[in-house]
């Protein structure tokens, strides 16, 4: 802490993202540069002289470019997942990092609740299936989502708002977080990962990337679930394993599923496997895939970048 006491409205503050001006506003008296452009040429000198740096998800956020920035104190995310930061090396150096996962939250859980009901009243399918001249009225019968039980993996900012939003369709909502005890409430019943295994139909994702969540839908995992159900993934795309989602999907033990995310969002940089499954994924009949806009809102651009301003103006003072 005694290396943030170095900060003042001298300090200078990089932002090399899209930010809405709320953040500027906020800290208007401390020195800006928004470089929402920046190439990497032009990174490399303006990095140098940084004290706070300001990303959204353009760049990864490694040991390499942290060693560039010998000023650096504070890195802060204009979102909730951190993995685009290396912050354990960051905390080495005594360099915080920051997050704003209070700004997309309800942003996400509305996308989460509207991919949700798309499935079960087979929205999406008719629809495609409307296109091909199909008008497959009976064979499209839905499902209320109050006959559900909905299991939600991962408890935090995102997680606790789309139980919020569940409550009143009268689903049953269970939740299981690994770090987190004692959240359970008069709509939420607090269980453990077999239990949620063993009673949902719907499963949504929403834990951060890290060494427990990586690669923990897997093929072990969906052959334990009780019951078909519905997947849904608003999280990190590596947080599934896709080829055993495809097999999941293929012999029915996976009802409907729906994908925020994928473990390599850029189609140009997909390798052959990738790309094979994202055609695989984006043509399924029962897959609504979107891309990666789960917390993109107007609403909550201007609040993660409130949010966010916040936070440094905390360790400012």
Not at 73 to 78: E, N
Not at 159 to 170: D, E, H, N
Request: net charge negative.
């Amino acid at each position: 802490r005694n290396t943030l006491i170095m900060l003042s409205e001298h300090s200078r503050i990089l932002i090399i993202d899209e930010c809405h001006q709320a953040f500027m506003e906020a800290l208007n008296r401390m020195d800006i540069t928004y470089l929402p452009d920046i190439g990497l040429d032009q990174l490399e000198t303006e990095i140098k002289h940084c004290e706070v740096l300001i990303v959204r998800s353009k760049l990864h956020i490694d040991q390499e470019w942290i060693d560039k920035a010998p000023d650096l104190r504070i890195i802060g995310r204009l979102g909730s997942g951190m993995d685009i930061i290396d912050v354990d090396y960051a905390q080495s150096r005594g360099i915080v990092c920051l997050n704003a996962p209070e700004g997309n939250r309800a942003t996400v859980a509305e996308q989460c609740i509207g991919m949700l009901l798309s499935l079960l009243a087979n929205i999406h399918r008719s629809n495609c299936q409307l296109q091909e001249g199909n008008w497959n009225r009976k064979g499209n019968s839905g499902i209320e989502l109050s006959s559900r039980t909905v299991g939600i993996v991962g408890f935090g900012n995102v997680g606790s708002s789309l139980a919020k939003r569940l409550a009143p369709f009268g689903c049953k909502i269970l939740a299981y977080d690994r770090f987190k005890q004692g959240f359970g409430n008069q709509d939420v019943e607090e269980v453990s990962l077999e239990k949620l295994k063993e009673e949902a139909n719907v499963i949504s994702l929403h834990v951060p990337l890290n060494k427990y969540s990586n690669a923990m839908i897997d093929k072990e995992f969906i052959e334990s679930v009780r019951q078909p159900f519905y997947l849904l993934n608003l999280s990190r795309g590596e947080v599934v394993n896709s080829n055993d989602l495809r097999a999941g999907l293929d012999i029915g033990k996976i009802t409907g599923l729906a994908l925020d995310v994928f473990e390599e969002e850029r189609i140009e940089k997909m390798d052959k496997q990738q790309k094979e499954l994202f055609d695989y994924f984006v043509s399924h009949p029962q897959v609504i895939f979107t891309p990666h806009i789960g917390g993109l809102s107007a609403q909550s651009f201007e609040r993660l970048a409130s949010v966010l301003a916040h936070k440094v103006l905390t360790y400012f003072s």
